[in-house]
């Protein structure tokens, strides 16, 4: 088994349950929706570890502590540590020889035995910490929001969904389409948040046309889908079911851009004199994303 150096004592890895990863996971997230830029994973997870043996007492052989160090050791860390005291104190961490997340296929951080080993949350913080969304044409870093707001937001998007049986990420697009044709730009924290609860439902792509309120969700992605889908506490057999929901909906945004594309085409190929305008959002939707290499 593989080990971790936490403040100097060397501690041995043992598998765990999905229970106390779930808990961490509820920790971190909580943490990174505290309002204010988060730290870097690796300090808030040390910093949990260090007041976890430390101020609290609990062992390092505790399910719980075992979650956090098998988490810092899957992003490729082999020991991290707390110096000084009050506004002094500093984190700092090691890198390790030891292949981490960035060294597997995504999906291999999906398994059963990933949920063990901690792959499945690092992943899924790392994911989630990294996410960018394409708002017409533009990269835009989603940022982490203030639960509350996401909450209030939360609750205006589902006002959006039209009906149980169409997929929730059409409320999420249609509500930023909402935003954006009522003036709001990316400064504005309704949009932001709306933009989190886009990607939390997998979209990466998409383009609003303010003038004409147009809206066409051009790309999913499927990292997201996985993260999502174990954040959210589904079982290891559903995280197939939430690929294969991103996948179909893929699809049907490539045959949606497909149609807009030869509709285009044929406008250029009919017009006597000019170029036709193509119309908004035609163009090609950007690659899935990528987890981010360290």
């Known amino acids: 088994m ?31 929706h505290a309002g204010n830029q988060p730290p870097p994973l690796p300090a808030i997870l040390t910093m949990f570890a260090h007041e976890g043996t430390t101020a609290q007492g609990i062992a390092p052989t505790d399910p719980r502590i075992q979650a956090i160090m098998w988490t810092l050791w899957q992003l490729g860390l082999k020991g991290s540590r707390v110096e000084g005291e009050g506004e002094s104190k500093q984190i700092k961490w090691d890198k390790g020889e030891h292949a981490g997340i ?17 792959r499945t949350l690092a992943a899924s913080l790392a994911i989630a910490g990294n996410r960018r969304i394409n708002l017409n044409g533009t990269e835009i870093p989603v940022r982490i929001n203030d639960f509350e707001l996401i909450r209030a937001q939360s609750e205006e998007m589902n006002k959006r969904r039209q009906e149980e049986s169409h997929d929730p990420s059409m ?23 709306a933009l989190e609860l886009a990607a939390d439902l997998g979209i990466r792509a998409m383009w609003v046309d303010t003038v004409s309120r147009q809206l066409r ?36 945004a490539e045959e949606t851009a497909r149609k807009l594309a030869a509709q285009v085409q044929a406008q250029q190929g009919g017009a006597a004199r000019g170029t036709a305008r193509p119309a908004a959002g035609v163009a090609a939707a950007p690659a899935p994303a990528r987890r981010r290499r360290r």
């Not at 960035?102 to 901690?118: K, L, N, Q, T």
């Open 2 to 32: 593989p080990s971790y150096t936490l403040n100097g004592a060397t501690i041995e890895l043992q598998p765990q349950d999905r229970e106390p990863f779930m808990w961490l996971a509820s920790q971190v997230y909580r943490r990174m």
């Open 102 to 118: 960035d060294a597997s296929p995504v999906m291999d951080c999906f398994s059963a035995d990933a949920v063990r080993d901690g």
């Open 171 to 193: 409320a999420a697009a249609r509500y930023v389409a909402e935003l954006m044709t009522g003036g709001a730009d990316i400064n504005d924290l309704r949009l932001r948040a």
């Open 217 to 252: 969700i051009a790309a999913f992605s499927r990292e997201a889908a996985l993260a999502a889908a174990f954040l959210q506490g589904a079982p290891v057999e559903h995280f197939e079911l939430a690929l294969k929901r991103a996948d179909a909906l893929q699809q049907a």
